[in-house]
């Protein structure tokens, strides 16, 4: 059963295609940006249907309450990484001819993404950087290379354990913050 995507990830569309084309340029290196906090105006926006982009992220709802998943810190955050990992699995890059077009099936080429979230940055009281935070992404290898790294995890570090029934990080739709 196919669920909605987070509309919080939806607004980083293009900032995770510009991340992800620097990635895939430089495969096996690490990548990074800054994410700014979030704006009075986009806050407001995402409190307005009941999203607290302030919050604390939640483990992505998993299952075991985040146990072995990615912290991103902040749910502005985890919005800013679904958007990555949705990029990645749709529309990822091959051989440098850019996005796919199809929603099908991601390239057999892409391998695995990982994402790194950094700790909070302030701003500048008189001006210049805002507050933000860093973010590295680093293509690992695909293919057989990729099922032996995933062969090699802990089910709590796995979406689906090797019976494919729902492990560590699998997230729960009932827990999410949108429909």
């Given amino acids: 059963m196919a669920h909605p995507r987070d509309p919080v990830s939806e607004a980083f569309d293009a900032a995770a295609r510009r991340l992800l084309e620097r990635a895939y340029a430089a495969r096996g290196q690490w990548v990074q940006a800054w994410l ?20 604390p992220d939640n483990g992505g709802s998993a299952a075991g309450g985040g146990a072995g998943g990615l912290d991103a810190k902040t749910r502005w955050a985890r919005g800013f990484v679904r958007s990555l990992n949705y990029q990645h699995k749709w529309w990822s890059g091959t051989s440098g001819r850019g ?31 805002p507050p933000r935070r860093r973010v590295r992404v ?42």
């Fill in 138 to 179: 680093k293509l690992e290898a695909g293919g057989a290379a990729k099922a032996r790294a995933v062969a090699r995890l802990a089910d709590r570090d796995r979406i689906f354990d090797d019976a494919d029934k729902p492990a560590g990080r699998w997230s729960n739709p009932a827990l999410r913050d949108w429909a």
């Fill in 36 to 55: 700014p906090d979030p704006t009075v105006r986009q806050r407001t926006r995402w409190i307005e249907i009941g999203i607290n982009v302030d919050a």
């Fill in 99 to 129: 996005w796919r077009q199809s929603r099908r099936t991601a390239p057999r080429s892409a391998g695995g993404l990982r994402v790194e979230i950094g700790r909070h940055v302030p701003g500048n009281p008189g001006g210049g950087l």
